[in-house]
């Protein structure tokens, strides 16, 4: 019966793939066959043996029911997946299977095939995410909206520089992953204390040779793991995607709150249900669930920094961590990445809305233009702050709007004229650089998705 929801509800077909137990064992399998490969080849052992092993090192022969056997006699996972790949080899072979290594030169490489599969997952799907992000900034570029701060109006921006921010944001994420990948995503084949001992003159050509057939970068030392503030690299690396992503579903989800409603989620009202009591309801349970899982993934960091300090040369402290911590933070990411790519896919706009709240404060978002357009009237700066500041304050007390306030002055009229003003007033017309912000961040996304 399946308990946790990674098994029914959250991850997708080929992320789960990456980390499925059967996955697993071909992966430390073919670290099995790298090994007996190189040796076979420098001659360490003989090359009819090395030949056999690597024909046998699939799961095709070495069942994952005999290896969970084994291991619940001997209480020991590499040693079980030894006996098993032995027990399928001819003609003596069996007798060479894992010479010269030790536990974690199998775990430590297989576990990097899986980490670079997810990378490689990761990375894809964070470039979808941005091309939907691009063609939503060049859709809507001339989309003017009111910007936020603190919650409260500030100054007018277009949906164009909300969309580019996060196009910057995840182009940053990708160039973590990639540099995430470079440390993570290496082989090792060193022996007990990272030596390489056992294997005598060759062994680090055994190193080398061994990560050249698994296409990874080999480990430059190693003390028999390789070190963890790569694997908590990993990790913090996926938790700030999380991170990045939950701060862009935060944003859909408070601009669809009922007195906002400037976007949404996509709903279907013939089949999709908002609330089980409340017939109305139409709530943004994409974005929510981004942030809740977000979340799950953010917690891990802590448990990935507290399996860098091992004992000595190695303990098992971080063994049992990892079994949890990286699977999921990979399939929960991936999730997520997915959930995101349908959400910024399908976004509603209310044009009518985003209009009605850039006008909402009656003008008083424009008193920034205001001052800095005295000033260059030939106010003085600090003059016309305090002029346009005392006129917001008494459209405040008054509750009227900055135009009619503006009007009653006449030191300002005395600067512009009420043409001048009118025109000042315009939000649209209060972007700045905007556009070549937009047009940079899509540039330079352009060429870094496309190289």
Not at 435 to 449: R, S, Y
Request: net charge negative; hydrophobic share 40%.
């Amino acid at each position: 019966m399946a308990i946790h929801p990674i098994e029914f509800r959250y991850g997708t077909p080929e992320m789960k793939a990456v980390w499925e137990q059967e996955s697993k064992l071909q992966n430390m399998l073919k670290v099995e066959a790298a090994l007996a490969k190189a040796e076979g080849e420098i001659g360490l052992i003989p090359k009819e043996a090395a030949d056999e092993i690597n024909k046998k090192a699939t799961t095709e022969y070495v069942k994952q029911e005999r290896v969970d056997e084994i291991e619940r006699a001997t209480n020991h996972d590499i040693g079980a997946l030894m006996k098993a790949l032995e027990e399928v080899c001819d003609n003596n072979a069996g007798e060479y299977v894992h010479y010269g290594s030790t536990s974690n030169d199998i775990i430590d490489s297989s576990q990097s095939l899986q980490l670079k599969a997810s990378i490689e997952i990761i990375r894809e799907k964070i470039v979808r995410l941005i091309e939907i992000l691009i063609d939503l900034s060049e859709e809507h570029k001339s989309t003017v909206t009111i910007g936020r701060t603190h919650g409260q109006h500030a100054l007018p921006t277009t949906y164009a520089m909300k969309f580019a921010i996060y196009i910057d944001e995840l182009l940053r994420q990708l160039e973590r992953l990639d540099l995430t990948e470079k440390h993570v995503c290496v082989g090792m084949m060193t022996g007990a204390v990272g030596t390489t001992a056992a294997l005598g003159e060759v062994g680090y050509d055994i190193h080398m040779r061994v990560s050249e057939i698994l296409g990874l970068t080999p480990a430059n030392i190693s003390n028999q793991v390789v070190q963890r503030d790569n694997h908590a690299e990993y990790v913090m690396t996926l938790a700030n995607i999380c991170s990045s992503l939950e701060k862009m579903a935060l944003e859909v989800r408070n601009l669809q709150r009922t007195e906002l409603m400037e976007v949404g989620e996509k709903f279907d009202p013939e089949k999709q249900m908002g609330s089980s009591t409340m017939p109305h309801k139409r709530n943004p349970i994409t974005g929510e669930r981004i942030c809740g899982v977000s979340r799950v993934v953010k917690s891990y960091v802590n448990a990935a920094l507290q399996n860098n300090p091992l004992w000595h040369e190695r303990d098992l402290t971080n063994s049992s961590c990892e079994r949890i911590i990286l699977p999921e933070s990979a399939i929960l990411t991936d999730y997520i990445l997915n959930l995101s790519i349908k959400l910024f896919s399908k976004l509603d706009f209310y044009e009518d809305n985003i209009e009605r709240n850039l006008n909402a404060s009656n003008g008083l978002i424009m008193a920034e233009r205001f001052m800095s357009k005295l000033t260059q009237c030939g106010m003085g700066r600090q003059s016309a702050y305090s002029l346009v500041r005392g006129c917001a304050m008494e459209a405040y007390a008054r509750n009227t709007g900055l135009k009619e306030i503006i009007l009653e002055k006449d030191e300002i009229l005395e600067y512009m004229s009420i043409e001048e003003i009118d025109a000042t007033l315009d939000p649209h017309t209060y972007l700045g650089s905007s556009d070549k912000f937009v047009d940079n961040v899509i540039a330079n996304a352009k060429e870094v998705i496309n190289r």
